[in-house]
């Protein structure tokens, strides 16, 4: 999943997007996902420096899933975190 992550601007771009506080949309994606998978089903998730990982940790962790950070890039103004979602 390679949702937008900015938080909203004055100038709405649905491309970019990810609510008021950038974490929104991954919020409610994750809120919903875990019905969707199998007991060892897991997801696939980018996000950004720029969206509160902290939050979005969180976010993780209430929902059910265990956290693996696949990758992470530095690029230009932003750090990038590709991390798989376990479903447990």
């Given at each position: ?10 100038y709405?771009?649905?491309a ?6 950038g974490?929104e949309?991954i919020?409610?994606?994750l809120k ?5 998978l ?8 980018l996000y950004?420096?720029l969206?509160?990982p902290?939050?979005i940790?969180?976010?993780i962790?209430?929902n059910?899933?265990?956290e ?6 530095k ?14």
């Amino acid at each position: 999943f390679n949702p937008p992550y900015l938080s909203s601007s004055k100038y709405k771009d649905v491309a970019l997007d990810g609510g008021k506080k950038g974490y929104e949309l991954i919020e409610k994606f994750l809120k919903q996902a875990g019905k969707f998978l199998n007991k060892n089903g897991f997801i696939l998730l980018l996000y950004s420096s720029l969206s509160k990982p902290r939050r979005i940790k969180q976010i993780i962790k209430q929902n059910g899933f265990n956290e693996e950070i696949l990758e992470e890039k530095k690029i230009s103004f932003e750090k990038l975190f590709i991390v798989k979602l376990v479903n447990v």
